[in-house]
């Protein structure tokens, strides 16, 4: 069975600004605001199981599943996707799909999967997508 790996490093928000290579703010998911982290170091984008309810969808199943290496070097396997949750950045709505994930410090991660695929850049200096 072919399986998606990638890379999720988890940083709390006392952290993330100190690192060059995420930018941090709090964006409208789905009409809830929520804490995000655009991360470069992160293959896929996630959705906290916490801040999930929230936004009222339901995960579906998919196959193959995604194999995910997290910061401590453990490979958790999920199988799960929330599909076409509205992001709102900047007065624009952008559809993307986020993987349930861990309980961690921020609502959202948008990882290279949806940055890459809108050519988006990050200005670390600045601290902008």
Known sequence: ????QGRAFTLGVAEAPQDPNIVT???????????VSFDSGADYSFIST????????KPSVINPEYKIKIASGVKVVTNMIVRGCRLDLEGHTFIIDLIPFGHGSFDVIIGMDWLSKLRA???CFEKIV
Do not use: E
Request: no cysteine.
């Open 1 to 4: 069975m072919n399986r998606a």
């Open 25 to 35: 703010g709090t964006f409208s998911l789905n009409d809830n605001f929520a804490i």
């Open 50 to 57: 916490n801040f999930l309810p929230s936004i009222d969808m």
């Open 121 to 123: 850049k990050i200005d």
